[in-house]
């Protein structure tokens, strides 16, 4: 089944730096890809997804990932990191069922 | 619109109590979803729903978990009895359909704590 992976639980960044968040999927087929966000005590929201379309896919916030079959990676970027982007971020891959597979999240602090 | 409603947000049982959650989904989304998030991990599908009728239930404990969507619109989830593990975060989500590119829009959650 298809299955992703986020390493580091915990994320410090500057604010003004760059936010760099790593996913890697596992898959036979071509994956559709999600990252989501959550803020605390609050649901999760859609930041953006992969279809297979355009391999570099714009979201929300200012966020963007890169889709990379040769590294199966989905890496998130945002160039320049702000207070409010504080939060935890889950990768997710659509498996065969249509169920959402998550990774573990990582959680975003964001330094003065 | 309307996003997916949840009640409860907060619950607090013992244990070997029961509990029910309830979720109203966006309006006209077929599909609809329950998810079990534990602390520290990422949400875990536990049943998801196409109108009224059950797509996937592989992952949920059907020993002391039961859901329903009985009008194809809103929908229940029950523990009976609860467990201590069982202290976890109930997210619903809803669909437009079930097709793999549709998204999912997430509630803000039912935060169940058994003690």
């Known amino acids: 089944a298809q299955s992703v992976t986020q390493l580091g639980s915990h994320v410090s960044v500057s604010e003004g730096a760059l936010v760099l968040l790593r996913c890697n999927y596992s898959?036979?087929?071509?994956?559709?890809l999600f990252w989501y966000v959550q803020y605390p005590n609050q649901g999760l929201q859609l930041l953006l997804k992969?279809?297979?379309?355009?391999?570099l896919v714009k979201g929300i916030n200012g966020f963007e990932a890169e889709f990379k079959k040769s590294e199966t990676s989905f890496h998130l970027t945002k160039p320049s990191a702000h207070m409010s982007d504080a939060a935890e971020y889950f990768c997710?891959?659509?498996?065969?069922?249509?169920?959402?597979?998550f990774g573990k999240g990582n959680q975003v602090v964001v330094i003065p | 619109e309307a996003g997916v409603a949840q009640s409860p947000r907060y619950k607090i049982i013992e244990k070997r109590q029961s509990v029910a959650f309830w979720c109203n989904p966006i309006?006209?989304?077929?599909?609809l979803y329950w998810y079990q998030q534990i602390l520290g991990q990422g949400p875990k599908l536990l049943i998801q729903?196409?109108?009224?009728?059950?797509?996937?239930d592989s992952q949920l404990p059907k020993d002391r978990f039961s859901a329903e969507r009985l009008k194809g619109v809103d929908s229940t989830l029950k523990i009976q009895p609860a467990k201590l593990e069982d202290s976890a975060v109930y997210l619903c989500?809803?669909?437009?359909?079930?097709?793999?590119?549709?998204?999912?829009?997430f509630g803000p959650g039912t935060r169940l704590l058994v003690l």
């Open positions: 989500a809803s669909s437009l359909d079930k097709g793999a590119r549709e998204t999912q829009y």
């Open positions: 997710a891959v659509k498996q065969g069922n249509n169920r959402l597979a």
């Open positions: 729903f196409q109108n009224n009728g059950v797509v996937d």
């Open positions: 898959s036979s087929v071509p994956p559709y």
């Open positions: 309006s006209g989304h077929a599909t």
């Open positions: 992969y279809t297979s379309a355009a391999t």
